[in-house]
């Protein structure tokens, strides 16, 4: 059974950092691109930054490049995204996202999110 | 970049309606797009992907078609358990983008 527990969301002042994480398994970790997407309070989804399965590849959205990092440890099945110079926009659930098939996406698992509030 | 316009934003509806949402692609994405239903304090679910294959174990109700810039999700009889927000994304090119999501309500 394919599970991600996301981890790491907090509390944290404007311009400062948090580092979420990803712990994934029940499936081929290595093999696989990871995503992660955010959702702000009562708003949509915005997805946010990918990594290919042996990391080689990322890609940002333009509202956090820059700022935000991902990266992942095979050993460890899990892919981190580092997250620095935070501002009031970016306080959101955190989802990470694994995609359906070989392809970067669409998203067929999802973790429970975790949530950034970012605020002074 | 690539802007996904989803229509309505909201819909009332009643049980055993018929639902039908929009995504237009602000540049043509071919097949690659995907349809989410998430309920709330969840994470979305994937319901339709390359425009029209229904995700495994989901209910033949839910359709998509559409191929290039314009999209529709049906639900064909909506269920009790279907109240939910709807988004379409396109998974054509970097950055990926999300509609800004269909709200079914209770009528």
């Known amino acids: 059974e394919v599970q991600l527990l996301e981890s790491g969301g907090g509390l944290v002042q404007p311009g400062g950092s948090l580092r979420l994480s990803c712990a994934a398994s029940g499936f081929t970790f290595s093999s696989s691109g990871m995503t992660w997407v955010r959702q702000a309070p009562r708003k949509g989804l915005e997805w946010v930054s990918a990594i290919s399965g042996t990391g080689a590849s990322a890609y940002y959205a333009d509202s956090v490049k820059g700022r935000f990092t991902i990266s992942r440890d095979n050993s460890k099945s899990t892919v981190i995204l580092q997250m620095n110079s935070l501002r009031a926009e970016d306080t959101a659930i955190y989802f990470c996202a694994k995609p359906y098939g070989s392809g970067w996406s669409p998203f067929d698992f999802w973790g429970q999110g975790t949530l950034v509030t970012v605020s002074s | 970049d690539i802007q996904m316009t989803q229509s309505p934003s909201s819909v009332s509806a009643s049980v055993g309606d018929r639902v039908t949402i929009t995504c237009r692609a602000s540049q043509g994405i071919s097949s690659y797009l995907a349809w989410y239903q998430q309920k709330p304090g969840k994470a979305p679910k994937l319901l339709i992907h390359g425009a029209s294959s229904l995700h495994s174990g989901l209910p033949s109700r839910f359709s998509g078609s559409g191929s290039g810039t314009d999209f529709t999700l049906t639900i064909s009889s909506l269920q009790p358990e279907d109240f939910a927000s709807y988004y379409c994304?396109?998974?054509?090119?970097?950055?990926?983008?999300f509609g800004g999501g269909t709200k079914v309500e209770f009528k």
């Open positions: 994304q396109q998974a054509n090119s970097f950055p990926l983008t």
